[in-house]
């Protein structure tokens, strides 16, 4: 997998297309900037890593290293679980709440009413569990069956 590091515009450039994307107060996310490097793959898949850390990546012929935090799609910027855990306490729109058990089985949600098309994050309380794209009164669940439960977890009735 090629992997490149982000220049420090490239990594405020996306830092800025998330934060208007969820209502972020783009102060909350300094921290990013001054203590992690950025990567990004070809895929277009980010993923930071603690400036301390680079140095050994470097060193270490290693595939992969860092926290998987989005991906840059075409139509946005797609959170992974980890990305929603560090953007989800501070968004303010386009947060989806939805039940825990249906999202965590793989099931795609049917929404009511009508939500702007795009990528939102979903949650249940205080639990962040993803992201979604709505379309079509529906919400794409993107969870990677290998972090899913099984269905025979799935004990609520419709």
Same mark, same amino acid.
């Given at each position: 997998?090629?992997?490149?590091?982000?220049? !420090?515009? +490239?990594?405020?450039? %996306?830092?800025?297309? /998330?934060?208007?994307?969820?209502?972020?107060? $783009?102060?909350?996310?300094?921290?990013?900037?001054?203590?992690?490097?950025?990567?990004?793959?070809?895929?277009?898949?980010?993923?930071?890593?603690?400036?301390?850390?680079?140095?050994?990546?470097?060193?270490?012929?290693?595939?992969?290293?860092?926290?998987?935090?989005? !991906?840059? +799609?075409?139509?946005? %910027?797609?959170?992974? /679980?980890?990305?929603?855990?560090?953007?989800? $306490?501070?968004?303010?729109?386009?947060?989806?709440?939805?039940?825990?058990?249906?999202?965590?089985?793989?099931?795609?949600?049917?929404?009511?009413?009508?939500?702007?098309?795009?990528?939102?994050?979903?949650?249940?309380?205080?639990?962040?569990?993803?992201?979604?794209?709505?379309?079509?009164?529906?919400?794409?669940?993107?969870?990677?069956?290998?972090?899913?439960?099984?269905?025979?977890?799935?004990?609520?009735?419709?």
């Amino acid at each position: 997998m090629k992997i490149r590091e982000l220049s !420090k515009k +490239e990594i405020k450039e %996306i830092l800025q297309r /998330i934060c208007e994307e969820y209502s972020i107060e $783009p102060c909350t996310l300094n921290f990013l900037i001054r203590d992690f490097a950025w990567f990004i793959t070809k895929e277009g898949k980010v993923f930071i890593l603690r400036k301390e850390a680079k140095l050994f990546a470097y060193e270490n012929p290693v595939q992969r290293f860092g926290l998987y935090i989005a !991906k840059i +799609e075409k139509d946005g %910027i797609r959170l992974s /679980i980890e990305g929603t855990h560090i953007f989800g $306490p501070v968004a303010k729109k386009k947060i989806l709440e939805v039940d825990k058990i249906k999202w965590m089985v793989g099931e795609d949600i049917k929404v009511n009413i009508p939500y702007e098309k795009g990528f939102y994050i979903v949650k249940n309380g205080y639990d962040f569990l993803g992201s979604t794209k709505i379309k079509n009164f529906t919400a794409k669940n993107f969870l990677p069956k290998n972090r899913r439960l099984p269905m025979k977890f799935n004990l609520r009735s419709e």
